[in-house]
């Protein structure tokens, strides 16, 4: 068995390998790209000046040399978009420099001149992020795209459970909310379609669930027509998220929420047949490395009980038997009827129905190369 699973992690890598145009096609998602020239006093290019830089969020650290042209280029996969960038070469002072994206641009372009070997204050750098030319929300949109990104941050300061991703989309104007019933789970509805033709992908991939522990997730996106050609298999909305991966730093979270009916203003009829609940929810995640710089692990659980009260006539009020167009005294006289014949209709009916939920999130994440990452996720 063992020898099957080496195996298969050989096939997955060399796959990997092999298909440098599908790994490039990533590039953009969740992926900064550090590039940039290195000149000396007189203007010329540096070669093999060592140019570290360091994540300021996960406190990774990649390095590269620069060619014969001066140039360099860092893929920095999940790196935050805040970086510290030291520049060596020997001859030279070395040069720090800090970079920031000042949007949602993903290539952070930073040119720096290296002064003389004597002791010498050299002129700041100041790097601007180039505009895009189509925007909405502060984000470069592809053509066609229209959509909003939502990240965990934003979310958390919004009165809206993170790991419900139906939920999530209904913050997108142009997106509503569909309830979820006995038999269904809760969805959302985009220019009026039906909820079927929506999709839901995870780092990229077909998800076929809207429940994900809430300390895993990293970012969402919800997407809401199908005009660009980078996405399918959807005709009305799409709600892209990606996952938390491991860092350098050992990090972790621990969320409960509570949803009370005595915490709610309620209106003058609180009846079953309104969306009135009890609910607990825990969540918890985990994450550091495995080898500093090089192989990384994350790991999150959450688990739900809801409880609401059984939908029943025998507990509803008379205002809601009216709006389901039943009146008072017909239910009555049919409960009647039902003791008559022996049959005791309170005792078969329950209070309340339970509700369990539980979902599960692993994800390892090995550094190949700079320009190969292998990712391992386990959901439950």
Known sequence: MIRRLLTLAALLAGTIAASP???????????????????????????????????????????????????????????????????????????????ARQGDEDRLVADVKLGSPVAAQL??????????????????????????????????????????????????????????????????????????????????????????????????????????????QFSGGEIASTTRGGTNQLTGGFTYSRRDPTLEFEGADSSVISPVFLQDQISAGLGGPIVKDKFFAFASGQYRRRSDPFQSLLATSPASLSALGLQPDSVARFVNAVNGFGIPSSALVPDRRIGDNVSGLIRLDYFVTDAHTLTVRADY
């Open 21 to 99: 145009i599908s790994a490039r096609a990533q590039v953009g998602a969740t992926t900064d790209i550090l590039t940039g020239r290195v000149v000396g006093p007189d203007g010329a290019p540096i070669e093999n000046v060592t140019v570290a830089a360091q994540s300021a969020e996960s406190g990774i650290t990649r390095t590269k040399h620069t060619g014969a042209d001066g140039r360099y280029t860092i893929l920095f996969p999940d790196g935050g978009g805040q970086y510290r960038v030291e520049f060596r070469a020997i001859g030279f002072q070395p040069v720090r420099r800090n970079i």
């Open 123 to 232: 002129t700041g750098v100041t790097v601007t992020a180039r505009q895009p030319t189509r925007q909405r929300g502060g984000r470069a949109q592809t053509p066609g795209e229209e959509g909003r990104t939502l990240g965990q941050e934003q979310l958390a300061r919004l009165p809206v459970d993170q790991s419900d991703l139906a939920a999530v989309a209904a913050l997108v104007p142009g997106v509503i909310p569909v309830e979820g019933t006995d038999s269904t789970a809760s969805s959302f509805s985009v220019a009026g379609q039906r909820s079927t033709l929506n999709n839901t992908t995870l780092d990229g991939l077909s998800f076929g669930s809207f429940s994900v522990p809430q300390e895993g997730l990293r970012g969402t996106r919800v997407i809401t027509n199908t005009y660009d050609p980078s996405r399918g």
